[in-house]
């Protein structure tokens, strides 16, 4: 508050800051507000300072931003202290450019202004910008500290779009002990998190070991990354160690589960101890039961979790109508499964293609593709990759040669979607199952990769389906080649083919080699029915 007293100006000083007990909330801010405006009307280093500071603590520190501009009107030059601050204050109102503009207007920026607007890039998601300014922090002379070392490790992991070393976890580290940076929880959790992503499961176990507070983050990020990897003791190892736990470390147990037919019932022991010990399930859970109860094409389950689903708010979410159609499509249930994608409010690219997979995968390939045509004419929406599989397999399983090739050449031609391995099998597949081996062997030699076993393996069954038995000695060759071992039904396939065409002494020296390398047919096995009550 600015006060007249014998015809000169003075300032209210820092004590009458408080605002008195009777006032309401708004006259309270008023008062500190004019208090500020007062400090501000003779601009000096400290009173600049604070005013800046009760801004940056404040819940709305853009009011604050006026005080940059009252700066520059006067033409005051602030010190290093009160750029910083008013980088602060620019990053906490969202403006990443003006306090881009602060700190590049610094003579000398210190470790503290680049931590602030490495910090800043990281929030708003500009990871390449964020790592150009760690390059020029460390060509300054100054030495990154452990919140710039913890920024980096961020970087690499929350953006897989950016080019970084597949070893820069363990650069960092290597960097961290050189500098030696002190214990940190926030350091170590970063650096556990840059070892799972980059698929280095002990480095981070050993980070993880060492740390004196093993965190919530750090057994999640721990749990994910042995999950990953097929290693479930070790999983239940961390999980059972986890003392204080939440629904981000179940759900990290239940989703790893789920991935695998062997322990996907696991998922649904999860949920149900989860739910025991008063944590609800939220979006995440639901999709990982859901995805287990697909897995384990168990019906009756997963119309009890979907019970329980319709009384929470995600009931019509978009990422659980997609869920409830794969898992009704799993289950053999198209009909139930169309009946949800006709009742979603809002369907996206990932519930037309769990719907078009559904159909061709249950025997219905026209419903699929006509599926596949409404979803590009009438609602325009492009399919991805995954959407062209389920297109190209329904076209195989219909016999549409033309069709495929034709949905097949759209992907770049119409999308710029260039096409993985998979859609090169799918199209050997389309192209074999029709009876035009040759035309799927051209096409094999005609492809800009080096084929791998999948398209080899669709070539090799497709010459088994019509009794060709020197273009499945090519393919089931070739497959050798890649993979002796680890496809044992390739030996089989080929076997049976020569059988069939009454070749016996050249099954039985085919026999003779896998007794030799130690190959056997896997035992069959039917799923019939199963008890998860």
């Not at 007249?4 to 007990?21: A, D, E, L, Q, W």
């Not at 964020?130 to 690499?156: C, H, N, Q, W």
């Not at 004196?212 to 003791?233: A, E, K, P, V, W």
């Not at 492009?382 to 549409?400: D, K, Q, R, Y």
Request: charged share 20%; with cysteine; hydrophobic share 40%.
């Amino acid at each position: 508050m600015v006060k007249m007293k014998h015809g000169r100006v003075t300032t209210v000083r820092p004590f009458m800051i408080s605002s008195p007990r009777d006032c309401t909330p708004f006259q309270a801010r008023d008062h500190t507000l004019s208090v500020i405006q007062g400090y501000i009307s003779h601009l000096t280093s400290n009173t600049l300072s604070y005013a800046l500071q009760h801004y940056i603590d404040s819940e709305n520190p853009c009011h604050g931003q006026k005080i940059h501009t009252h700066v520059l009107k006067t033409g005051f030059k602030p010190n290093t202290n009160i750029s910083i601050k008013l980088l602060i204050l620019h990053l906490k109102c969202g403006s990443l450019r003006y306090a881009r503009q602060m700190f590049d207007e610094l003579p000398h920026p210190t470790l503290s202004a680049y931590n602030y607007i490495i910090g800043g890039y990281m929030k708003q998601g500009q990871v390449e910008e964020s790592l150009g300014l760690v390059r020029r922090l460390v060509l300054s002379g100054e030495k990154p500290d452990g919140y710039t070392f913890s920024m980096i490790l961020k970087a690499s992991t929350c953006a897989s779009y950016v080019q970084t070393p597949h070893s820069l976890g363990k650069i960092v580290h290597a960097q961290i002990i050189k500098s030696d940076v002190g214990p940190d929880d926030v350091l170590y959790t970063a650096l556990v998190a840059s070892y799972v992503k980059s698929g280095k499961v002990g480095y981070a176990r050993m980070v993880f070991d060492l740390m004196l507070d093993r965190n919530i983050i750090c057994s999640t990020s721990l749990i994910t990354g042995y999950m990953n990897q097929g290693s479930f003791d070790a999983a239940e190892e961390i999980f059972a160690k986890t003392v204080y736990k939440d629904i981000v470390v179940f759900n990290a147990m239940i989703e790893g589960y789920s991935k695998s037919a062997e322990h996907a019932s696991k998922s649904l022991d999860i949920y149900i101890e989860m739910q025991r010990l008063n944590f609800r399930p939220n979006i995440s859970t639901f999709a990982s039961v859901l995805g287990a109860c697909s897995v384990l094409t168990a019906f009756e389950v997963s119309q009890q979790v979907q019970s329980q689903l319709t009384k929470t708010e995600f009931f019509t979410h978009i990422k659980m109508g997609s869920a409830l159609i794969d898992m009704y499509s799993k289950c053999g249930r198209i009909e139930d499964a169309r009946k949800v994608f006709d009742h979603m409010h809002e369907k996206n690219v990932f519930s037309w293609t769990s719907m078009i997979d559904g159909y061709g995968k249950n025997g219905y390939p026209y419903e699929a593709l006509d599926l596949f045509s409404i979803m590009q004419e009438h609602f325009h929406i492009e399919p991805n990759l995954v959407t062209f599989i389920s297109a190209l397999s329904a076209c195989a399983h219909a016999g549409l040669v033309d069709k495929g090739l034709e949905i097949f050449e759209s992907m770049e031609r119409d999308y710029f979607l260039k096409p993985k391995m998979e859609h090169y099998a799918c199209v050997v597949d389309l192209l074999g199952r029709a009876g035009c081996l040759h035309r799927a062997w051209e096409f094999i030699k005609a492809m800009p990769d080096k084929p791998n076993s999948d398209v080899w393996a669709a070539l090799l069954s497709s010459s088994r389906l019509h009794g060709y038995v020197e273009m499945a000695s090519i393919a089931a060759n070739e497959l050798f080649k890649l993979k002796a071992n680890d496809r044992p039904g390739a030996y089989i396939a080929l076997s049976n083919t020569l059988a069939a065409a009454g070749k016996w002494d050249s099954v039985s020296e085919l026999r003779e080699k896998m007794k030799i390398k130690g190959i056997s047919k896997d035992t069959g096995r039917s799923w019939v029915a199963a008890d998860f009550s």
